[in-house]
């Protein structure tokens, strides 16, 4: 499987209404960790369970570095506990490859046909470059339900959280 360009393909067949879990790491995957990262994946929904019943879930790797964690809640909803292991698994992709699925502050931007990843100061940074503006698309990683994902997983950069912070921080300077 290779990572996803097309959001709207993601999961076809778990409903829209699937809570999601969006996990961005601070660089690229290499072929042969996004291989690894997909096969523990899969062998981890196939068998998730919340006290003991199984859970519907699915994932996706989008543009080699977002990943996307789905759970049907209409069959069974996952559990607190159910949910810190996959927050586990993911941190044991830190100690294993050096992936961080946990800045929560990484921006995800399109520009032009290159996908972008900045922290705060790098994007204020490429925004007075010219490099990205309000209109750039951002992967929208608040998106809380499967069809968020595949009907508004790009948004403008003016509609994502940190959009304030940049406008703030063009007018203090």
């Excluded at 369970?49 to 990943?67: E, I, M, P, R, Y």
């Excluded at 972008?116 to 503006?133: K, P, R, T």
Aim: proline letters at 5%.
């Amino acid at each position: 499987m290779t990572p996803m360009e097309d959001f709207q393909d993601l999961l076809p067949s778990m409903p829209d209404a699937s809570r999601v879990w969006m996990f961005g790491a601070q660089r690229f995957l290499t072929p042969d960790e996004a291989n690894h990262l997909q096969a523990e994946m899969s062998h981890f929904v196939s068998g998730w369970q919340a006290h003991g019943k199984d859970l519907l879930a699915g994932f996706g790797l989008l543009l080699n570095n977002v990943l996307v964690v789905a759970v049907d809640e209409s069959k069974e909803p996952p559990s607190g506990c159910s949910i810190d292991k996959v927050f586990k698994l993911l941190k044991s992709q830190q100690e294993k490859n050096g992936l961080d699925f946990f800045q929560r502050t990484l921006i995800w931007a399109r520009v032009e046909s290159d996908l972008c990843i900045y922290n705060g100061e790098s994007l204020l940074q490429a925004f007075h470059q010219g490099d990205v503006n309000f209109d750039t698309p951002v992967v929208n990683m608040l998106a809380p339900t499967l069809g968020d994902v595949r009907n508004a997983g790009w948004i403008a950069l003016n509609d994502s959280w940190i959009a304030k912070k940049i406008a703030r921080e063009i007018q203090s300077t």
